[in-house]
């Protein structure tokens, strides 16, 4: 096996919420209850949902998946527009977002629910000023946003109040296994419990450090 190239890539893709690795329980039935309708939103003044935890946990892959699953959760259709995606990592200035979500929010809603679906990626780099703007957008009953953030205590605290918070942070070892053996046994590696642990534990709850760091680990032991 010396020299031999392993693809990480042997582990699908979540397709549903219910794929996701949570952290905790309560993560889980939070997006459960979301999805299902127990949780109505918009509602109460909330019409956001914050994904908030380490990188790497998959928060950007839920958030593009939620507004599927609410759709087809609660109404039992397919979502008819596509989200919008807003990466405020990519440059995007206060004024960029706020053009993108009244562009969005003037338009008619072809889902069964009614509602327009804006997914808003690391909403930490807009400014307290751009922040503020989208608290005043989120007062709508016309729209679901959902947000995510590695930096939740740099949010505006009227936002935070507008959103149900879903936390992503670490999933444990236990979780992260099957994932870790899946890519060890795609390089022909048998990943044993010791050194699971050690490499596991390495990744601080990263999804995407677990496959490369694993995939790492069984070149080595072909080398």
Known sequence: MSG????????????????????????????????????????????????????GTGKTTLARL?????????????????EQLIECQQ???????????ERQLSRVSLNS?????????????????????????????HAIFVLTTNHISQLDRGMLDRCVLVEMNAASVT?????????????HVVLNDTDLQHVVSACNGSLRNVITNTARWARRQGQ
């Open 4 to 55: 031999a190239v392993i693809n990480p890539i042997c582990v699908s893709a979540p397709q549903s919420v219910q794929d996701i690795i949570y952290g905790n329980e309560e993560s889980r039935l939070r997006i459960a209850d979301l999805v299902s309708g127990a949780e109505p939103l918009p509602a109460h003044g909330k019409s956001a949902v914050l994904l908030y935890g380490v990188s």
């Open 66 to 82: 939620l507004p599927s699953a609410i759709e087809q959760g609660r109404w039992q259709q397919d979502l008819v527009l596509p």
């Open 91 to 101: 440059g995007h200035t206060g004024p960029q977002v706020m053009q993108l979500i």
């Open 113 to 141: 629910s009614g509602l327009h679906y804006l997914v808003i990626d690391e909403v930490d780099n807009l400014t307290k000023s751009a922040q503020q703007s989208l608290k005043s957008a989120m007062n709508t009953r």
């Open 175 to 187: 979780q992260l296994a099957p994932i870790a053996r899946a890519v060890a046994a795609a390089g």
